[in-house]
Structure formats: C-alpha cells, structure tokens
C-alpha cells in the first residue's frame, strides 16, 4: 500500500467519521426533544401501524393525491434510495484503499451482468432525477404554485427547499464525473470500458484527454459525491428533508382514531364528576395540572414528532377553509412553528445550560390567538397532510390553554359559554322549550 | 295521519322501552330552519312506525361547541349529564340529525361511560331504504340538479361519504358533484364553534367561498346533512341572491317532501 492511499484512507475516515458523529450528535438532540413531549399511548396494533407505514411513507400514497407532482418526486425518492446501494462500493473503497472492489469481484461471472444492470438504473434514473430538480427549481422559483408563496415560507425553508435541489443536482453532477472519467480510462487501459450506458457514452467523448485529466475527474466525481452525501447528513436534521426520515416512524405511529376525535382531559373529567357527585373520589394524579399547552413541551410527543417530520409542503394550508379565506391561520406554519420553537429552546439551553427560559412561549409568540381562533375543527389539514401529521391536535391543546389557563376567549365565545352553562344550549333559550317544535309537527 | 312525538319519561312511565332515541340536538330543538329539519325526520319515523323517543327537556347540549372552543369543563359537566340520563334510561341506540352530536356521543362519549349505538340519520335513511321499509315515491325531483355538500364531522371526521349520497340517490333526481367533495369538501364554516362567532379578518367568509364552489355545477338544490351547514349555505345562496332559484334542504326534507309527508 503507498503512501497515497493511506493518506486518502485517513482521509476518508476523517470525514465520514466527524460526519457521522455531527449528525449522530444532532438526531440525538432531536429525539430528546421528542421525548420531552407529554406521554401519549397510541392504542393501535402492530398491524395497523406497519400497514400505515408502508401505505403512507413507502407507498406514499396520499402524495397520489396530486398526480403530478407526486410523480416528480416519486422519481427524486426511489433514485435517492437506489442511489444509495452505489454508496455501499465507495465505502468500501474508501476504507480499504480499493478500487471499484465489487466489479472486479465480480468481474467475469454472472454478478457482473447485476453490478452494471444496477449501476444502469442508478444512471438512468439519476439523468431523470436531473431533469426532474430542475422543474421542481422552476416550480418554486418561476411557476407561481400558491403553496410555495406564503409568508412562512420566507427566508431559511424557502433556501433551505433550493439548497437541497441545488445539492441534488451537483450529486448527480459528481456521479457522471465518476463513472464517465471511470469509464474512458477502462477504455484506454483494457481497451473494453464497464458496459455502462450512460456513463460509457459520456466515457467515449472523454478518450481524447490524457490519463492524468480523467483521472482528476473520476477522483474529483468520487470524493464530491462522498462529500455531497456526508453534507447531506450532517444537513439532513436541520432541514425540512428530516422527513425521508422520519416519515417512517411518523407514519407508523398514525392515531387510529376516528380523525373527529379529540382526546379526553381525564384531570377534568374527574374533577366535574367529583362536583356532581361529592362522594365521588378522585384518582391521585402526579405534578401540577396544566390545562392545555402554553409550550411545547406540553404537547404529546406525538404532536412533537410531526412537527420534526414536516415537509414543509403546504398541501394542509392549501386546503384550509381559514387560510383560503384569507385568515392567518396556516396549518403548515402552526407544524414550523412548533418545531422552531423547540429549536430556539435547544440552542438556549446549549447556551445557558438546561434550565433555561427566555419567557416567551409556542402560544402567543410564536402562534397567535388570531391563528387559533380561525381554526374551524374540519380536518381538511389532516386528511392531506402526506406524512400523518395532526395540526388540528396542537390547534386544540394551545386553544385550551387559551381558553382556560388564560381565559382568553372572544366575547362571542364567551356569552355561548355562558349560555350552555345556564341553558344547556348555546343559545339563549330556555331548556323548558326544548320540545317547542313538536307543537307544530300537526 | 296524526304524528306523534314520544318522550322517554313518558314512555318509560308507561313501561315502554323505545328501540332508538332520536338525539334533536340543539339546532334542531331551537332553529327554526333546524326544526323542519327535526320535524321532517320525526314524520319519517311516524310513517314508517319506527318505536323510537326523545328525551325531550332531559336533553342538553352535547357540549361540542365548549370541548372545540378549548372549554373543556363546560362540555364535562353538559356531557357528563348528558350520559347519567341516557344511562339512567338503558339508552342502546341513538340516532341523531346532526354530525357534530352524532361524532361527539359516538366517539367522544365513550371515554365518560357512555357506550351507545350511534347513528347518523343518513346512515339510518340509507339502511331503511336497503331493507326495503323505507320506499321513496319520485316525481316532486324528478329532473331536478341536486348537489351535496359534505359535512366535515360526517366525510373527513367519520368516514361517512356513501350514506347521504345513496339517500339522494334514491330520489328521481340528478345528484351532481362539485369538484371539492368528499375528502376534499370545503367546510361549511361553521365547526369547531365558528358558528357562535365572526370569522377572524380575512379576505371573505368561508361560507361565502364554499357557497360559490357547489354553485359551479348550477344546482337547482343543495342537499346538506347538518344544521350548521344548512345554516351557512343558506346565507351563503341569500349573499349571492339566489335563494329563489337554489334552495338548501337537508336530506330528510328531501324524503319526506318527496313522500308528501
Ligand atoms: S382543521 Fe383547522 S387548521 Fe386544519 S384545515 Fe381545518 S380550519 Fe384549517
Ligand atoms: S403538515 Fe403535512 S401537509 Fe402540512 S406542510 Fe407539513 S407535511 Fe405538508
């Protein structure tokens, strides 16, 4: 072994290692924050989860709501997870020094034949996924796709949404750069190139240039997609794209519950019973009582876990009745919010140690009570959302801290409150005219 | 023929168990549009000799305006209520003309002790017209545009698309669809108690939007399923000064309209 190639070995490790402890270094963060969450048992089978996750984040069913789009990204999804079974012959190249280990493994025998028809439809679809970043670039920057064009979508998740096809387009870039330099130079030495197609064609326009030129540009082709695919990683948990990943666990833990179903307080539960019938007694509870959420942390770990797995798509917002009226309310940005603000307590608490505070809270700084009051309970968000994410759930728990911790209720709200409490009616009517309709039924 | 509106404390009183309570809701005990709606669907149940009772004064507000606001002790104490009377009577099946007391007694109840069969009555029209008891005489619709609209806490919230349709079905009319219906049915604007408000600022109000969507396909009806729907539409069509060529009828008016009940 020379001295080069224990040099580029280091070097490999150096940088898939720090990578991968960064990144390492971060989910961890992210999982902590989850599970900071209030405690939620979901009361599905094994089944239904495993079904939920295969139908929604493997199959990505809902995508298929919208044809076309979720073509598109059918085609970036299934060449980025192909993609990656390339990834398994540069790392062990990159760890031993080696060059293209698989194919001369498997030079001359039948796995050859699978080794290019792979790395085929690795190129294929990669030349397709090319064309495809680029429409999904003209799709947020020149066509005017009302989802992409909304305030919350300002500043990082608008580059952040660029970045990562910018990022997308260089991968590719590198992976012809690598197999094409590749190529022309099997050519030149062995006379016979891999049998690649597209790369092969690229490959033979390439003959013409010295050794030492194509050389550069495998190298160049090889390390610029590790480092592509090290940047993606380390990127990956700051990034509305965490959802390739946690789409799986989001789905899998979809609620199974009918989506008209909000959850019981059993702390208020007990607590009317006991006034109703004083002989009643209530369980013991543990902590202090908090009607609602004010922050984020007293969401359930669920709610927690959909904010991490947004995508950041909009196809909530574009069906909400409130935000197609004009409100303010966008369940996409009640999702970022939740999520920015678990963040800025993440980056706090780095700062200034665990207990810190910055009295501010998701509820009012971040979520205005005008968002929350806009809120119509009609589940459109969720019958959307591609990845089983719940707004309406957050919606509601800050609302109930609105509402009871905060007492902060629109006048309206408050006379039917008053009026369901002395009327049992929202109206003011008298419960003694509850049967006045059956006079006139003659 | 005389109808009749039985009460369960009467019929109790009496040593008669009902086979279903119809759940009147509060829209349909003090709206005046609500209560033909009620009273449409209780001349369904006379004719069709259908041994049911409501409670009458016993009934109180289910409480899901309070539970969607965020008031969570009011819709305790008005639901807890609500289940000690329904228990008290040995209450097995309930039906209900409205989507949000249907969705609220049949998921949300549960959880306070309240076990029931609970029905929407459009899934009830739908299994009456099944079995074959409840037969529609066509004629008054027949040539007529019917467009539905879904209600959130029936289609999105429950699952329940087929039912109100099969009972406009059953009519000799045209049912046509909108574009946004089904799972991508606009709200009518009025859940999780927007009705008891405004709307917040905005550019218009949502029963405005949703009002024009079932106008594209020019109906001469629009079948709803829930008071509140009724409600919103209804003001919807009278904004845009149509109510004398579009009306807005719930699909029980539509059966007892087409029988002349
Ligand atoms: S449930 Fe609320 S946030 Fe979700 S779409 Fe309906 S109105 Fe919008
Ligand atoms: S909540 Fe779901 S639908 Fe809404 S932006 Fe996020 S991923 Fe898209």
């Known amino acids: 072994m020379n001295f080069l190639t224990v040099i580029q070995i280091l070097l490999f490790i150096g940088l898939v290692g720090g990578s991968f402890f960064v990144a390492i270094r971060k ?147 590198f992976i012809f750069m690598m197999n094409s330099g590749d190529s022309a130079l099997e050519m030149k030495e062995h006379g016979k190139d891999y049998g690649f197609l597209l790369s092969g064609l690229f490959g033979n326009m390439l003959t013409g240039l010295p050794n030492g030129a194509l050389f550069f540009i495998e190298k160049t082709g090889w390390w610029g997609h590790l480092c592509m695919v090290m940047t993606f990683l380390v990127y990956l948990p700051y990034s509305k794209h965490l959802h390739i990943l946690l789409a799986f666990p989001n789905t899998y833990f979809t609620r199974p519950e009918p989506k008209g179903e909000i959850h019981n307080m059993p702390a ?20 202090e009582i908090k009607f609602g959420a004010k922050d984020v942390y007293d969401l359930s770990w669920k709610s927690l876990l959909d904010a991490y797995s947004c995508t950041e798509c909009g196809r909530c917002t574009a069906a909400c009745p409130a935000n197609i009226t004009g409100k303010k309310l966008s369940p996409r940005k009640i999702m970022m919010d939740t999520r920015d ?29 005008e968002e929350l009051r806009a809120c119509t309970t009609c589940n459109a968000c969720v019958e959307e959302c591609p990845v089983s994410i719940n707004p309406l759930t957050i919606i509601l728990e800050l609302r109930r801290n609105m509402i009871m911790e905060e007492a902060d209720s629109p006048p309206e709200w408050n006379n039917m409150f008053s009026n369901m409490e002395n009327n049992q009616a929202p109206w003011q009517f008298s419960p003694s005219d509850r049967l006045n309709w059956a006079n006139e039924m003659n | 023929m005389q109808y009749k509106v039985p009460v369960m404390s009467e019929m ?141 806490y029936l289609g999105r919230a429950n699952g329940i698309y087929e039912a109100p349709r099969d009972v406009i079905e059953a009519l000799d009319a045209d049912l046509v669809e909108i574009n946004k219906c089904r799972t991508t049915g606009l709200c009518c604007g009025a859940g999780g108690a927007q009705m008891w408000k405004e709307d917040e600022p905005g550019r218009k109000r949502i ?18 399923a829930c008071p509140y729907c009724n409600t919103m539409i209804t003001d919807g069509v009278k904004g845009k000064e149509k109510q004398d060529d579009i009306k807005v009828v719930d699909i029980a008016e539509l059966i007892s309209k087409a029988n002349s009940y």
């Not at chain 2, 024009?212 to 009806?221: A, K, R, S, T």
């Open chain 1, 341 to 369: 603000r678990m963040e800025d307590l993440t980056r706090g608490r780095k700062l200034h140690g665990p207990d810190f505070t910055d009295n501010k809270s998701l509820l009012g700084d971040y979520i205005t009570k």
């Open chain 2, 207 to 224: 029963n405005e939007e949703r009002t024009e969507q079932l106008m594209e396909v020019y109906p001469d009806i629009i079948a709803v």
């Open chain 1, 27 to 173: 989910f961890k963060e992210i999982y902590d924050n989850v599970n900071k969450g209030r405690p939620e048992h979901i009361p599905s089978t094994f089944f239904f989860r495993l079904k939920s996750m295969l139908l929604i984040a493997f199959g990505q069913k809902k995508m298929f709501k919208l044809t076309f789009p979720a073509f598109l990204h059918l085609v970036i999804y299934v060449s980025f997870v192909i993609t990656q079974i390339e990834l398994i012959e540069i790392f062990i190249d990159g760890f031993t020094g080696n060059h293209r280990i698989l194919y001369h493994a498997f030079e001359g025998n039948a796995l050859e034949k699978l080794y290019v028809f792979v790395i085929n439809f690795i190129e294929i679809l990669s030349l397709l996924t090319f064309f495809v970043t680029i429409l999904f670039i003209l799709r947020r920057t020149t066509f005017k796709v009302r989802r992409f064009q909304m305030p919350e979508l300002k500043g990082w998740p608008w580059k952040d949404a660029l970045l990562i096809l910018a990022f997308e387009l260089t991968l590719i870039i």
């Open chain 2, 12 to 152: 109790v009183a009496e040593g008669k168990i009902p086979d279903v309570v119809f759940w009147i809701g509060c829209a349909g005990s003090f709206d005046q549009r609500a209560q033909r709606v009620t009273i449409a669907f209780t001349k369904i149940l006379n004719q069709l000799q259908i041994n049911f009772a409501v409670l009458g004064t016993e009934e109180a507000c289910t409480g899901d305006p309070a539970r969607r606001a965020g008031n969570e002790f009011i819709f305790q104490m008005l639901a807890q209520q609500n289940v000690a009377t329904l228990n008290n009577y040995g209450v097995k099946k309930i039906v209900c003309t409205c989507p949000h007391c249907f969705n609220i007694i049949k998921n949300e109840y549960p959880q306070l002790g309240g076990n029931y069969e609970v029905i929407h009555h459009s899934q009830y029209l739908q299994q009456l017209l099944n079995e074959g008891k409840l037969k529609v005489e066509g004629g008054v619709f027949k040539g007529k545009r019917i467009t539905y609209h879904d209600s959130c």
């Open chain 1, 268 to 287: 208020i539960m007990h607590e009317v019973t006991s006034m109703i019938d004083p002989s009643y007694k209530v369980p013991a509870t543990d902590g």
